[in-house]
């Protein structure tokens, strides 16, 4: 995700809050930026708990963007860090995962390990104090090792934290990247690597943020994964394939089937947005929520 040419980092989209009209009732515009009082609630039925992440709505300032959030029905924002915590807290956000170290120098190596552990020990006590899921992790890129000797010092490493995170509450989500187009010779970018990861730490506070976008790229078979796998799952993105824009239908992914999968499984965390928009951000954000709220 970071390294996508419209990434986390660097995107900078387009950042009015006019109301384009696409999504019928869920936004007015008057031809002056939209505010969250023009904005109705557009989740009603609620079996999935929907979060975004806010790298992909450029410069629309937090507080506007969480009081927008906070009306569409929107429960949290992805993807930020502790100094975010008590903005989300004044609209009655969680931050459904929080940032911790860098994504192609992470924990397939020994040699990261001690500033990585680091990095997601301080992010778990703040994740804790303020009550919220889940810490995210990398293993980082190969660099011509072998998947089994990223996968054993991925293990190494996560059992030295897991203890923590079992005793604050916290779990940890190893996140699944493509490898194909935008995260070359990334190391988990397929589900059984980081299924065996889970195994073998064997907590219950270390599983994997399942990027549907990203499965889509590598092996597909989406909803058949979820199934077979969803006790390994602690959090999903969304996106639409190809070019992680808007999970409409312009793209492959039948999302209302994908989130209907998801909900059989009893799955009870966050489903966070995390695609870029091609046209009107909070239009396109508002229709992602009428989609997925199955």
Not at 6 to 20: E, H, P, V
Not at 26 to 46: C, E, H, P, W, Y
Not at 73 to 83: F, H, S, T, V
Not at 149 to 170: P, R, S, Y
Request: charged share 25%.
């Amino acid at each position: 995700m970071k390294k996508d040419k419209l990434s986390r980092r660097s995107f900078i989209g387009n950042t009015s809050l006019m109301a384009a009209g696409a999504v019928a009732g869920s936004l007015t515009g008057t031809g002056q930026a939209a505010k969250a009082d023009n904005i109705k609630r557009i989740v009603k039925i609620g079996r999935i708990n929907q979060s975004v992440s806010k790298w992909c709505y450029g410069k629309i300032p937090l507080d506007e963007f969480c009081a927008v959030s906070m009306k569409m029905g929107i429960k949290a924002i992805d993807l930020l860090g502790p100094r975010d915590f008590p903005t989300l807290k004044k609209y009655g956000l969680e931050c459904s995962l929080v940032n911790t170290h860098g994504l192609t120098k992470g924990l397939n190596r020994t040699g990261n390990h001690k500033e990585c552990l680091a990095k997601i020990r301080s992010a778990i006590d703040a994740t804790a104090e303020y009550e919220f899921p889940n810490v995210i992790t990398f293993p980082g890129n190969r660099a011509g090792m072998a998947d089994d000797v990223g996968i054993d010092n991925m293990v190494t490493a996560l059992k030295q934290v897991a203890g923590h995170a079992e005793k604050k509450k916290v779990t940890i989500c190893i996140e699944y990247l493509n490898s194909k187009v935008n995260h070359k010779d990334y190391m988990f970018d397929k589900m059984a690597w980081g299924v065996e990861v889970c195994k073998r730490v064997g907590s219950d506070r270390v599983k994997i943020l399942y990027d549907i976008y990203h499965a889509q790229i590598m092996e597909g078979d989406i909803i058949r994964t979820i199934r077979n796998y969803h006790e390994y799952i602690g959090h999903y993105h969304t996106g639409g394939n190809p070019g992680r824009n808007e999970i409409d239908e312009t793209q492959e992914l039948y999302y209302p089937a994908i989130m209907r999968a998801i909900v059989k499984t009893g799955y009870k965390g966050y489903v966070a947005h995390e695609f870029v928009p091609k046209r009107d951000p909070l239009t396109s954000l508002a229709n992602a929520v009428r989609i997925c709220d199955v």
